[in-house]
């Protein structure tokens, strides 16, 4: 792994003098100083990040289940790598396969989009990988479907720079990311954005759970600092936080108070009819149907940008993805659901 411009160790100490000089001779070489960037490639959310996710940085992702978070964290390693970088998934969720399906619908509808033809979904995809054959190659059979010639071929593009490490709560510690985050780093020759799907399951032997989730954390900042990574890490809520009416947020996450100090960016995801406020929904009664299809990331932490931001994305979990075009919220949310379907 290439050292960055200006980069040391770990407790090396130099005196600002140094530094300055340092700065202004990687300025001169035309080199950037300072952290490097991976934009979202999500416009509206590049703009309240100054760019986009950092090198050193610990970002956390929440959110009640099943609403999105392992969608848009394998959609930010997929724009990074499709940008020209790197990426590398710990998954303790879900097997590579089922990334893949993912991945390759993705991939078709952003082939297809504003066309005639509506793209494969996920599970037409499941299908003709399940169904067999006959002997046919993978591109023959995803040729077979809308935009998957196209989804082929950018993966292609890509393979060798989206890395998916299919992580178990039993041996994949801090130790054996970091380890993994250098070999990726070694055969990419870049340092890749990481996504680990989620730090809840990630084991610290010994520990009981608020304790192993702070070590977990610690651990997590500690090897984006190190290794000059973003981290992007997806957090699970506590159960209390689950019942019908609570609208999620920083405090509601398994053990909130370690990540919410660790992390320098905390994003919660929420569907829109559930936080938005009563009077969008009894005047119009048409507003609950549409705010089904959009989902609100609060950046409720962000060291580098502007925090307390309430944006939407419209969902296309047809597809495995978010829409990239979002916008601020213009609409009155509140902390606690008013609308139940």
Do not use: C
């Amino acid at each position: 792994m290439a050292t960055p411009p200006g980069h040391h160790e770990a407790g090396a100490l130099r005196s600002l003098g140094s530094l300055l000089s340092e700065t202004d001779a990687v300025l001169r070489r035309g080199q950037a100083a300072g952290a490097a960037v991976w934009p979202t490639q999500f416009p509206a959310l590049d703009r309240m990040l100054t760019g986009g996710l950092r090198s050193g940085e610990l970002v956390l992702l929440g959110g009640p289940a099943g609403h999105g978070k392992t969608t848009l964290g394998l959609q930010l390693a997929r724009n990074a790598v499709a940008a020209g970088g790197s990426a590398v998934v710990f998954s303790y969720e879900h097997e590579a396969h089922t990334l893949l399906e993912r991945l390759i619908s993705m991939e078709a509808a952003e082939a297809v989009e504003g066309g005639v033809v509506e793209a494969a979904g996920v599970h037409d995809v499941r299908r003709a990988l399940e169904a067999g054959s006959g002997g046919a190659p993978l591109d023959a059979v995803l040729s077979s479907l809308p935009g998957g010639a196209e989804a082929y071929a950018a993966l292609v593009g890509y393979g060798d720079r989206l890395h998916i490490h299919e992580s178990s709560g039993g041996s994949t510690t801090l130790a054996e990311v970091s380890a993994v985050v250098r070999r990726v780093s070694e055969a990419t020759g870049s340092a890749p954005l990481v996504l680990l799907d989620y730090i809840q399951k990630l084991p610290v032997p010994g520990a009981g759970e608020d304790e192993r989730i702070s070590i977990a954390a610690e651990g997590l900042k500690d090897i984006a600092l190190e290794l000059r990574v973003p981290v992007v890490a997806v957090s699970a809520a506590d159960k209390e936080s689950l019942a019908a009416g609570h609208r999620m947020r920083t405090h509601d996450l398994r053990g909130s108070s370690s990540l919410a100090y660790e992390a320098d960016v905390v994003m919660i995801i929420n569907d829109k009819v559930d936080i938005v406020s009563r009077e969008h929904l009894v005047y119009d009664l048409g507003n609950a149907q549409r705010f089904r299809g959009w989902s609100v990331l609060s950046l409720e932490k962000n060291r580098h940008g502007r925090a307390h931001v309430e944006l939407e994305f419209a969902k296309d979990f047809e597809h495995g993805r978010f829409h990239r075009e979002g916008r601020e919220v213009t609409e009155r949310l509140i902390d606690e659901r008013v609308f139940v379907s």
